[in-house]
């Protein structure tokens, strides 16, 4: 069984184009996602972006892609990453995806399509999201839209793709970075073009390769990457966070045999303590998680880590302290904070749950996760105007508008008029009803 924790968030292109919905996940990690935050802050701040406001997440897919959904979000698949062998690769990536932001290749593509907002005004990736649990991963989010759709609308052109390349080295020299990682990236796609379309990485459907195009990234590499040394900080990162998703997405005997070859000591404890956790080795799990964070004692995401395993072993007064270590460390992380108000739920403390969880819900409101021990909270308490309200949220994010509807209108006769909570039920009651129209 797969014991990453993961929400699966989702691209409703189908909103817009009136398709049926085709699920991707997103793997929401905060110790894969702070990573992946520290390889892009220095490629953001070179390309003009905001570090904060710009997010890299992880799609649950082992095909190679990565891609921009929207001028916030960057998107990069799993397998792409556990392919990659070096963290100027991955920024090279997010170089080349920053600068289609950048560029404004997004911004003129989606002023050409219908406006859409999402089901509850909650957007997150084109304004749309749905939502699809998944009883093998915990808890799923989906990104749904027809393939064709989607691919049609994340196409660029050889022009913009030319133009990106050139952006990217830009921002890499800028940064400090060996722009020869782009070139190892276009060595994968290598020889792509010539595969049947239904063989090729999704990448090359919304990346055009061309000789050209890796001729002039050689060229640019050859010129200014000469001398710039590797930043030890970036490598770190990148291998902690392959490190931590292989060892979820690999078998647990493929992690435990070469947990010996990770790039440091807390790493190879950190890969060893999720492959316990998959086969239900809790003694170990936790004697490994313990060896990694003697390495790195106040490390939020290592105590994360330890947080889930305690929860998902069902020790939740033991994992209240990991998660409640873990916050001190991070108070600003809505997915450890979520995880702590997981565990006092589950304990039975539920004023404690609701502080909490009202506490990551002001930072991220669009985790249905999160929205739906947020619900269970609010009705313990009583509170079930808000607990309607956030029920209504969490399906509409989910899609399930027909569901969301009916809760937001319970909510709206609960509440009082013009609260927050009643105004967020009104947008998804609005918004129900004209997705009934169409």
Same mark, same amino acid.
């Given at each position: 069984?797969?014991?990453?924790?993961?929400?699966?968030?989702?691209?409703?292109?189908?909103?817009?184009?009136?398709?049926?919905?085709?699920?991707?996940?997103?793997?929401?990690?905060?110790?894969?996602?702070?990573?992946?935050?520290?390889?892009?802050?220095?490629?953001?701040?070179?390309?003009?972006?905001?570090?904060?406001?710009?997010?890299?997440?992880?799609?649950?897919?082992?095909?190679?892609?990565?891609?921009?959904?929207?001028?916030? +979000?960057?998107?990069?698949?799993?397998?792409?990453?556990?392919?990659?062998?070096?963290?100027?690769?991955?920024?090279?990536?997010?170089? +080349?995806?920053?600068?289609?932001?950048?560029?404004?290749?997004?911004?003129?593509?989606?002023?050409?399509?219908?406006?859409?907002?999402?089901?509850?005004?909650?957007?997150?990736?084109?304004?749309?999201?749905?939502?699809?649990?998944?009883?093998?991963?915990?808890?799923?989010?989906?990104?749904?839209?027809?393939?064709?759709?989607?691919?049609?609308?994340?196409?660029?052109?050889?022009?913009?793709?030319?133009?990106?390349?050139?952006?990217?080295?830009?921002?890499?020299?800028?940064?400090?970075?060996?722009p020869m990682g782009a070139v190892e990236v276009m060595q994968i796609f290598r020889g792509q073009?010539?595969?049947?379309?239904?063989?090729?990485?999704?990448?090359?459907?919304?990346?055009?390769?061309?000789?050209?195009?890796?001729?002039?990234?050689?060229?640019?590499?050859?010129?200014?990457?000469?001398?710039?040394?590797?930043?030890?900080?970036?490598?770190?990162?990148?291998?902690?966070?392959?490190?931590?998703?292989?060892?979820?997405?690999?078998?647990?005997?493929?992690?435990l045999k070469r947990a010996g070859e990770s790039a440091t000591p807390d790493i190879r404890h950190?890969?060893?303590?999720?492959?316990?956790?998959?086969?239900?080795?809790?003694?170990?799990?936790?004697?490994?998680?313990?060896?990694?964070?003697?390495?790195?004692?106040?490390?939020?995401?290592?105590?994360?880590?330890?947080?889930?395993?305690?929860?998902?072993?069902?020790?939740?007064?033991?994992?209240?302290?990991?998660?409640?270590?873990?916050?001190?460390?991070?108070?600003?992380?809505?997915?450890?904070?979520?995880?702590?108000?997981?565990?006092?739920?589950?304990?039975?403390?539920?004023?404690?749950?609701?502080?909490?969880?009202?506490?990551?819900?002001?930072?991220?409101?669009?985790?249905?996760?999160?929205?739906?021990?947020?619900?269970?909270?609010?009705?313990?308490?009583?509170?079930?105007?808000?607990?309607?309200?956030?029920?209504?949220?969490?399906?509409?994010?989910?899609?399930?508008?027909?569901?969301?509807?009916?809760?937001?209108?319970?909510?709206?006769?609960?509440?009082?008029?013009?609260?927050?909570?009643?105004?967020?039920?009104?947008?998804?009651?609005?918004?129900?009803?004209?997705?009934?129209?169409?």
């Amino acid at each position: 069984m797969r014991a990453m924790r993961v929400i699966i968030l989702s691209l409703c292109l189908a909103l817009v184009a009136g398709t049926p919905a085709r699920a991707l996940t997103l793997l929401r990690d905060a110790d894969i996602e702070y990573a992946l935050s520290e390889l892009a802050r220095p490629i953001f701040a070179a390309a003009g972006l905001s570090p904060t406001n710009t997010k890299v997440l992880l799609v649950d897919d082992t095909s190679l892609n990565a891609f921009v959904a929207d001028n916030a +979000h960057i998107l990069i698949h799993s397998g792409l990453l556990m392919k990659l062998e070096t963290a100027r690769s991955v920024q090279a990536v997010l170089a +080349h995806e920053a600068a289609h932001i950048a560029n404004g290749h997004i911004s003129r593509r989606a002023a050409n399509m219908r406006s859409a907002r999402t089901a509850a005004g909650l957007g997150l990736i084109l304004s749309g999201l749905a939502a699809t649990q998944s009883a093998e991963a915990g808890l799923g989010l989906a990104v749904g839209t027809q393939s064709s759709v989607l691919r049609n609308f994340l196409a660029h052109t050889r022009a913009e793709e030319a133009a990106a390349d050139q952006s990217a080295v830009r921002y890499m020299i800028r940064a400090g970075i060996d722009p020869m990682g782009a070139v190892e990236v276009m060595q994968i796609f290598r020889g792509q073009e010539a595969l049947t379309i239904s063989r090729q990485d999704p990448y090359m459907l919304t990346h055009p390769l061309s000789r050209d195009r890796l001729r002039t990234l050689e060229g640019l590499a050859n010129a200014y990457g000469r001398d710039i040394p590797k930043d030890p900080t970036a490598e770190y990162w990148f291998q902690r966070a392959k490190g931590k998703l292989t060892a979820f997405e690999r078998n647990p005997g493929w992690t435990l045999k070469r947990a010996g070859e990770s790039a440091t000591p807390d790493i190879r404890h950190m890969r060893e303590a999720v492959a316990h956790h998959r086969r239900a080795d809790l003694g170990r799990a936790i004697q490994s998680i313990d060896a990694a964070l003697a390495q790195r004692p106040n490390d939020p995401f290592l105590l994360d880590l330890k947080g889930q395993i305690l929860l998902e072993s069902r020790r939740a007064p033991q994992a209240i302290a990991a998660y409640a270590q873990a916050a001190r460390f991070a108070p600003k992380s809505a997915l450890i904070l979520g995880g702590l108000g997981r565990a006092q739920l589950a304990s039975g403390d539920t004023g404690s749950a609701l502080a909490t969880l009202e506490r990551a819900y002001a930072r991220d409101s669009q985790d249905p996760r999160l929205l739906r021990d947020l619900s269970v909270a609010y009705a313990q308490t009583g509170q079930n105007g808000l607990a309607s309200a956030a029920t209504a949220e969490r399906y509409a994010i989910q899609g399930r508008l027909k569901d969301a509807a009916i809760h937001a209108e319970r909510a709206l006769q609960l509440l009082p008029r013009g609260s927050p909570a009643w105004r967020r039920a009104e947008d998804v009651a609005v918004a129900a009803r004209t997705a009934a129209r169409r």
